[in-house]
């Protein structure tokens, strides 16, 4: 596709439930990373993928969150029994390399726990 | 502890006028500074990038500056008109713990331009 792409775009669960984020990132794009931006707030970094190393996990918030990419390519981001603080929206982003270039943003899955 | 500061407060300028946004770092050493722009519902779009041995970067009314001394870095938009009305968020690059970069965004400021 031309752009990242994410599904779904909006997520309602309920709490204790789990959740599982769709991000497809643009095609060659080597780099792919996970945010989370709650509402007026910065992006705050949670994983990213480079090529075939293995995932830096280092902004994954609890043990509660997961993120595997298969094939170098789509990634899904999986929330184990969400909670409430968990309500957020989630951006993917993917770039060409891991440092330096610009970073190319989905338009971000809303998740709402209730 | 690592920072990076941009005023919450939104900045309102009339049309035509110069906006200049300010992001303040402390306890970084970036390699590069990066400005997007993010607009309501939508994920951040890139703008500029401005490496730490570059003191300014233009494109068309964006302009970036960037001092490693006082640990700054200044976004204008020249001519600004009402569709620059959005969020724009400064990034750094940063050394991870587990030795890789990535990058740390600030909060953003609004930037709202009256016709």
């Known amino acids: 596709g031309a752009g990242v792409s994410q599904s779904p775009s909006n997520k309602v669960t309920e709490k204790g439930k789990d959740v599982e984020l769709r991000c497809d990132p643009i095609?060659?794009?080597?780099?792919l990373y996970w945010y989370r931006q709650s509402l007026g707030q910065g992006l705050e970094f949670l994983i990213y993928?480079?090529?075939?190393?293995?995932?830096?996990k280092s902004g994954l918030p609890s043990d509660r969150f997961s993120a595997e990419r298969t094939g170098g390519s789509v990634s899904t981001l999986t929330i184990q029994r969400t909670q409430q603080e968990d309500s957020a929206v989630y951006l993917c982003?993917?770039?060409?390399?891991?440092?330096?270039?610009?970073?190319?943003f989905g338009p971000g899955t809303r998740l709402t726990v209730l | 502890s690592q920072k990076i500061e941009q005023n919450s407060e939104a900045l309102n300028i009339q049309e035509g006028k110069t906006a200049t946004l300010t992001c303040n770092y402390t306890?970084?050493?970036?390699?590069?500074l990066q400005w997007y722009r993010q607009d309501p519902g939508r994920g951040p779009v890139f703008l500029l990038l401005?490496?730490?041995?570059?003191k300014e970067k233009r494109k068309e009314r964006l302009k970036v500056t960037f001092d490693t001394t006082l640990k700054q870095s200044l976004f204008h938009i020249t001519a600004s008109q009402p569709a620059d009305s959005a969020t724009y968020l400064c990034?750094?690059?940063?050394?991870?713990?587990?030795?890789?970069?990535?990058?740390?965004f600030g909060s953003g400021t609004r930037l709202q331009v009256q016709p």
């Open positions: 306890n970084y050493s970036p390699a590069y």
């Open positions: 982003a993917s770039s060409l390399v891991l440092s330096g270039n610009e970073q190319f």
């Open positions: 095609s060659g794009h080597t780099a």
């Open positions: 401005i490496r730490e041995n570059e």
């Open positions: 993928f480079q090529g075939n190393s293995a995932p830096d």
């Open positions: 990034a750094l690059d940063r050394l991870m713990d587990t030795g890789r970069r990535a990058l740390t």
